[in-house]
Every structure is written in C-alpha cells, then in structure tokens.
C-alpha cells in the first residue's frame, strides 16, 4: 500500500520559509468549504478567491452557490479577500465527464472534474501572475486528498506555477468550516454539485 502523504505538513512548512505574504489565486468549490481555509491561510497569502465550479447543476444552484460565497467574504473583515468570477461553463463539465456518468460517486469522474477545476485555476494564476494557486477541496472529508494533491502538483509541473499542498480537514478543520459556516448562516448543500452525484445520493 501507498504510503500517505502528509499534505498539510508540506504547507507549514512552506508557510514557515515566508516572510512576505505571496499572492495565492485560491479555488473555492463553495463558501462553506472556503471558510476555514481563508481563516487559516489570510496570515501568510495575498487572497483571491477564484470561484470555478462548472460541474454544479441547475444554474438556479450555481447561482445560489456563488451568492453565498460572495455574502461570506462581504461579511468577513477579518482580512481584504479579493473575488475572481468564471463565467458558467457546464458544457466544458459535460463533456469531460462523457461515458463517465454513471460511475459512482468518488471514481474517475469526479477525478476528472478536480482536474479540470484545478487546471483552471493554474492557468488563470499563471495568465494573471498570480505566484501561487491552491484549491479548498481538501477541507471536505468526503473527497480524496491525497489525488487531489497529486493532481494540483501534476498541473503545477505542467504549467510551472507553484501549488500549495493542503489538506485542510486536519486539526478539526472540517469541525471549524462546519462552525463558521453557522456563525455567517451560510447555505450547506446536500450533493457535491453535479446531477450525476446528486441522483446517486437521492435515488
């Protein structure tokens, strides 16, 4: 068996060889999972948070998705975050997610889709001079940190912009994204994003 990285290490020890704060274009899949990965990471980097999430259906949800991200970094003062938009993409979703629709949820299609977000995110950091990019994924227990990590450093090679490891769940950091969350009364949804997963989950 493969052994684990510790990905979250990997960034305090980044953040220890600092001594200015660097500007991270940050991905966030939505504002609750953003919550505490802003608060950990706004000490050390120069935020902007990249909202980039084609795979989430209906456009209704997306848009309800992408509000409450906005209303969280309107109402947070404890640092200047900035907001970089996407427009919609599904159809860059749907098509890489052909002959994938029916896999189960945590397989090869929502692999593809981390890729394709964190892809995303490298390019415009790199296009945008941005000196590092990163994604908030890991702090979900339900997603694979592991790939993940592995992805953000296969495309940070790619592209030849540097990637922040993370594993944000760690040290209860699932627990205090869940409290923020309460404190700012933001909207948790019940499926990840797209239909596929959500007819999984509901069927």
Not at 67 to 95: G, H, M, P, T, V
Not at 135 to 163: A, M, R
């Amino acid at each position: 068996m493969e052994e684990k990285i510790n990905y979250q290490n990997k960034l305090n020890c980044l953040i220890k060889t600092l001594d200015y704060k660097p500007k991270l274009l940050l991905h966030s899949c939505c504002g609750p999972c953003s919550t505490q990965v802003i608060d950990f990471l706004k000490d050390y980097f120069d935020i902007t948070i990249l909202y980039y999430n084609p795979n989430i259906e209906p456009f209704t949800e997306y848009i309800h998705r992408k509000n409450e991200q906005l209303r969280f970094l309107e109402e947070y003062n404890k640092a200047k975050i900035n907001f970089l938009d996407c427009d919609y993409d599904n159809i860059s979703f749907k098509e890489m997610a052909k002959g994938l629709e029916q896999v189960k949820e945590g397989g090869a299609r929502c692999n593809k889709c981390f890729y394709l977000r964190i892809k995303k995110t490298a390019l415009l950091a790199k296009e945008l001079d941005f000196e590092f990019f990163g994604t908030t994924l890991t702090v979900s227990p339900y997603k694979n940190s592991q790939i993940i990590n592995q992805i953000g450093e296969k495309v940070s090679k790619e592209l030849d912009v540097k990637y922040i490891y993370g594993d944000f769940k760690k040290n209860d950091g699932y627990k205090k994204s869940i409290e923020l969350s309460k404190e700012y009364n933001l909207y948790r949804q019940n499926y990840c994003g797209c239909l596929y997963g959500r007819d999984e989950i509901w069927n």
